[in-house]
């Protein structure tokens, strides 16, 4: 088992600094930054601390040493999912997020081959969008992380079918994240209860609406992962089996099996579970799971290694989650998984 190939394809990254607005004035829900203790910094949206991070957001020389105490050798780095912002004005957000696409540019450069990058779009204007993707690809980044939906648009909405088209000619990976997640008024708890039971299920739903519009079947060239697991899909998929033998509309509209379906897509391995990480490697396949960590905020997975083993997979299988599947995922290696 070759455990110092292995790739992390879930972890986020904060730029040290923000720059001001070009338009001038202050733009509501745009971020900034303030000094916290010791090497933390708070971002800072609408007067309001979001969150307080540590400078492995941002040190490239903490963060590879970081991604090697975990076992790992390489790591992909895609903003902090509520950077994607999605709710700002198209052309608001298309300037904040080529400043941060730029930031990552700079930090894989500066990692010796150690860190890729998956940038960010401003996917509430597809022209924007494709043309920021354009310049991604064109600055050698794998892909692109996209928000579980935009502004409550599933991303199986027909509506980004075009990005999804660019996606597929520029051969980029497309990586899912839940975000500002749906059915927030029925949690009871502290706010980091979102991204505990939140999260999964807007990933899950985001999932369901790319099957139940035949994304990968009408594109099938297209790279897709999701983050913690596929959320809820694992759970959803035998139901939604089920109607297509019992709802005609549903069969009409979902021409292949959701399964078949599910299972051209991948999944990192983010779940903190031994048998829950046995049952997506049964369902989905282990050439579809990928490593996931969450690195380096608090609620990640900082054994993922040992996580593998701990599940009982077979060496070959270790070695396809580990750095194989990753490498076809991200367009490293050519041909088709086995």
Not at 16 to 39: I, K, R, T
Not at 259 to 265: D, G, H, I, S, V
Not at 313 to 334: D, P
Request: aromatic share 8%; with cysteine.
């Amino acid at each position: 088992m070759e455990a110092a190939r292995g790739i992390d394809v879930h972890s986020h990254v904060v730029p040290e600094n923000f720059p001001a607005f070009l338009g001038g004035g202050v733009l509501p829900q745009w971020p900034s930054m303030a000094p916290a203790q010791a090497c933390h910094r708070s971002v800072m949206i609408d007067g309001k601390n979001y969150r307080t991070v540590s400078d492995l957001c941002w040190n490239v020389d903490k963060r590879v040493a970081g991604v090697a105490a975990m076992g790992l050798a390489r790591q992909v780095i895609s903003p902090m999912p509520e950077l994607l912002s999605y709710w700002l004005a198209p052309g608001a957000a298309a300037q904040l997020l080529r400043y941060i696409n730029d930031q990552i540019a700079e930090m894989v450069a500066a990692s010796s081959g150690r860190l890729l990058g998956l940038g960010a779009v401003p996917l509430q204007d597809i022209a924007l969008s494709i043309r920021e993707l354009e310049y991604l690809m064109g600055l050698g980044f794998a892909g692109v992380e996209l928000g579980s939906n935009v502004n409550g648009a599933p991303l199986g909405d027909p509506r980004f079918d075009p990005f999804f088209e660019a996606c597929e000619a520029l051969d980029a990976a497309v990586f899912v994240h839940a975000l500002r997640p749906a059915g927030m008024e029925r949690l009871v708890g502290p706010p980091a209860l979102q991204q505990v039971l939140a999260y999964p299920t807007d990933v899950g739903l985001a999932a369901a609406s790319m099957l139940t519009t035949n994304l990968i079947e009408r594109r099938p060239r297209l790279r897709i992962a999701f983050s913690h697991g596929g959320g809820t899909l694992a759970m959803l998929l035998p139901r939604l089996e089920q109607a297509r033998h019992v709802f005609p509309a549903l069969r009409d509209a979902v021409t292949t099996s959701p399964t078949l379906q599910a299972r051209k897509f991948y999944y990192d391995d983010l779940v903190f579970d031994a048998s829950t990480l046995r049952h997506l490697a049964a369902l989905f396949g282990t050439s579809r799971l990928l490593i996931g960590t969450d690195y380096p905020f608090n609620f990640h997975d900082q054994t993922p290694v040992a996580g593998l083993v701990d599940a009982g997979l077979e060496a070959a299988e270790i070695e396809q989650i580990l750095h194989s599947n990753a490498e076809h995922f991200l367009g490293l290696a050519q041909g088709p998984l086995p």
